[in-house]
């Protein structure tokens, strides 16, 4: 099992930065890869980027490229979402997630543990 725990959110103004951590624990975490999902009110859930824990590898979906970065910190077993040029629409629930499959995993579905979800507001 792989327990997850997020910290970071609130609440910022459209153009401000923010950073979220996700820091994971138990006897799988170091074989399990790492992402973020965020969900809107009234959207699906839904990818927004993932690395691995040493960080050779990266993805992001199109809306955050060049304005998200995501990091890792192997020895932490800690996944960084840093955003930057936030938009309203970036707000919702932010997810910790990590999947035992290997490559590039995008769908919801494909993830087993999932960390409690933490809230990015961002006001216009």
């Known amino acids: 099992q792989v327990q997850l725990i997020e910290s970071g959110g609130g609440l910022v103004q459209a153009g401000d930065s923010l950073s979220l951590s996700c820091t994971a624990s138990?006897?799988?975490?170091?074989?399990?890869?790492p992402a973020w999902f965020r969900q809107a009110p009234g959207k699906d859930r839904e990818f927004v980027a993932m690395?691995?824990?040493?960080?050779?590898?990266?993805n992001f979906v199109k809306s955050v490229k060049g304005r998200f970065t995501i990091s890792s910190d192997n020895a932490k077993k800690t996944v960084y979402l840093h955003m930057n040029s936030l938009r309203p629409e970036d707000t919702a629930v932010y997810f910790c997630?990590?999947?035992?499959?290997?490559?590039?995993?995008?769908?919801?579905?494909?993830?087993?543990?999932w960390g409690q979800g933490t809230q990015v507001t961002v006001s216009s």
């Open positions: 138990g006897r799988a975490a170091n074989s399990v890869t």
């Open positions: 997630a990590a999947t035992v499959h290997l490559g590039l995993v995008t769908s919801s579905r494909g993830y087993d543990f």
């Open positions: 690395t691995t824990w040493t960080g050779s590898n990266t």
